[in-house]
């Protein structure tokens, strides 16, 4: 691969990592009312990991020339953000963030698994970005084929944001578990953010469409 090429990819991956978004606001929330966030960051990864696998067999262009299909996948990622965020309003209110809580709600980390590989996994947002920004950084001059060097891509992209959300959950809960009034607040922030993101994704769509029919 080129190695210049590779190293702006990490920069610009990083970068976009470390923008709070819903998939900070997942975390946080895994962080604080987990006994262990380690199955919700490992399924956020997940989803990048199948986003990787539909980009490097060339599925991820399929997907997005068929005529639509972006904007189902906008509509039902927007539908499960807003589900997910109000889940999260709906329990903030009466949230105790113990330790005996935490380990009340050890039978839900295959659920929390899921739920963040959900949260991931379909954003038309990750497609978008292993679909337009990945390939930019792919050289066609480069020993390696070209789907071998989007996986490699991909991946290291999966291993940047599982480090860096592992940093997120990880310092929620070393700096809010004993504050239940500060933990409170940002998971109210946490299921804001997936309300805000939702009902952003779902003008995407209905604001173009109520523009053609008027």
Not at 32 to 42: E, K
Not at 73 to 88: K, R
Not at 182 to 191: C, H, I, K
């Amino acid at each position: 691969m080129n190695p210049q090429l590779f190293l702006a990819f990490t920069l610009v991956s990083i970068t976009l990592a470390c923008t709070p978004g819903v998939d900070w606001a997942y975390s946080i929330a895994a962080g604080l009312r987990q006994r262990s966030f380690v199955p919700a960051v490992a399924g956020l990864c997940s989803g990048y990991v199948v986003h990787t696998v539909l980009m490097a067999l060339g599925l991820a262009a399929l997907l997005a020339g068929v005529p639509g299909l972006l904007a189902w996948l906008t509509v039902a990622g927007a539908a499960y953000l807003l589900w997910l965020g109000f889940s999260t309003l709906r329990s903030w209110r009466g949230a105790r963030f113990s330790a005996e809580d935490a380990v009340g709600q050890s039978h839900n980390q295959f659920r929390s698994f899921l739920l963040g590989m959900g949260t991931s996994g379909i954003n038309p947002k990750g497609l978008l970005f292993f679909l337009a920004l990945v390939p930019q950084f792919v050289s066609p001059e480069a020993s390696l084929p070209v789907p071998v060097q989007s996986g490699v891509l991909g991946l290291t992209f999966v291993l940047l944001v599982a480090m860096i959300y592992t940093g997120v959950a990880l310092a929620s809960r070393k700096l809010l578990h004993s504050r239940p009034a500060a933990a409170r607040v940002v998971t109210l922030a946490s299921g804001v953010v997936m309300v805000g993101l939702g009902v952003a994704l779902l003008a995407e769509q209905i604001i173009p469409l109520m523009s053609r029919t008027a």
